[in-house]
Every structure is written in C-alpha cells, then in structure tokens.
C-alpha cells in the first residue's frame, strides 16, 4: 500500500490520510491517483468477483465476469455468472445491459437475462444492480453492493477491476 507522511511525521495509508486532510485539500493533492473514478469511463474493462445469495448451502459457489465499455454514448455492459454446487453441477447465466446511472464513485445497471444461460425460466427477466466504488488496502478499485434477480431474490456483489492486456 502506498503510504503518505502528515506534517506529524506519521505515515498514513492513502484511505486515513483523506480523512485527516479533509476531502477538499486530498483531493487537489491526489485526484490523479490511478485507482480512484476521476472520469465516466472510471467503469470501462473487466471486473470479476462473487455473487453471494442468501441462504445459498454450503459448498454453493456464484461467481462473476462483467464487462463495462461504451456503445455510441451509453455505456452498456454484459456479465456471466457461473453457479457451482456440490452435487447440483454447474449452470451459466448470460446477462447484458446499460447503466442507468453513474456518478464518479457508484453505478445503477439494469438488465435481463440472455439466451445461452442453462436456466431457461430466468431468460428475459430482468435484474439491477446498485454498486459503489471501494478503495481496497492495496489501493486497487472495487465494487460492492447488492443486486435483485430474476425471481425478485436480493444478493450481496463484490467485484474487482482487471487490469487491462498488454498488447505486445
């Protein structure tokens, strides 16, 4: 984690040094931090993580890939999620959608779900997404927040930003 000196001598890592300094004086001094959302494209790339239902058994894993990028002037998305479970195997959802909303620290995205999902019942039926920007301790970008699915069922989302490929 990067760290920053206060005029004490102290070091701070970057998450207590803008609460020390104040959000007006930090973000003159650090608004060209790489990780924090200085733009609208701040949610453009890949992100993976988990999705977290509640109530889901013991062994039950939900995991995700979305992908954020620009179609003419809306920023549109896709995601699929990938459902294990001991004993049940494994089904696939394909989502798209736009964001509705965006601010410089959270997004509202609405969607459905796609053909090429394994669960029918859930194809066409809508599901949002309400997420908010976390700095983690490595100062890399987050998301966190929940999100409403096909049957109405709310679940907890984390997801973390991919860094670009290099192109050679």
Same mark, same amino acid.
């Given at each position: 984690?990067?760290?920053?000196?206060?005029?004490?001598?102290?070091?701070?890592?970057?998450?207590?040094?803008?609460?020390?300094?104040?959000?007006?004086?930090?973000?003159?001094?650090?608004?060209?931090?790489?990780?924090?959302?200085?733009?609208?494209?701040?949610?453009?790339?890949?992100?993976?993580?988990?999705?977290?239902?509640?109530?889901?058994?013991?062994? %039950?894993?939900?995991?995700?890939?979305?992908?954020?990028?620009?179609?003419?002037?809306?920023?549109?998305?896709?995601?699929?999620?990938?459902?294990?479970?001991?004993?049940?195997?494994?089904? %696939?959802?394909?989502?798209?959608?736009?964001?509705?909303?965006?601010?410089?620290?959270?997004?509202?995205?609405?969607?459905?779900?796609?053909?090429?999902?394994?669960?029918?019942?859930?194809?066409?039926?809508?599901?949002? %997404?309400?997420?908010?920007?976390?700095?983690?301790?490595?100062?890399?970008?987050?998301?966190?927040?929940?999100?409403?699915?096909?049957?109405?069922?709310?679940?907890?989302?984390?997801?973390?930003?991919?860094?670009?490929?290099?192109?050679?």
């Amino acid at each position: 984690m990067k760290e920053y000196v206060n005029n004490l001598g102290r070091e701070l890592s970057r998450r207590d040094f803008l609460k020390v300094a104040g959000t007006g004086t930090a973000a003159l001094l650090y608004a060209a931090h790489p990780a924090q959302a200085q733009e609208p494209n701040w949610i453009l790339g890949v992100w993976e993580g988990a999705h977290a239902p509640r109530g889901a058994p013991l062994g %039950y894993e939900d995991s995700a890939r979305f992908e954020f990028f620009r179609n003419g002037g809306i920023t549109s998305w896709k995601a699929t999620r990938k459902m294990s479970s001991s004993g049940s195997g494994t089904d %696939y959802l394909e989502i798209s959608g736009r964001v509705l909303k965006m601010s410089k620290s959270s997004a509202e995205l609405k969607g459905k779900y796609d053909m090429g999902s394994t669960i029918l019942s859930a194809v066409g039926k809508e599901v949002s %997404y309400s997420l908010k920007q976390e700095i983690q301790d490595d100062d890399s970008l987050a998301l966190s927040g929940t999100a409403i699915g096909a049957n109405n069922v709310s679940f907890s989302v984390k997801l973390h930003k991919k860094p670009p490929l290099m192109k050679e």
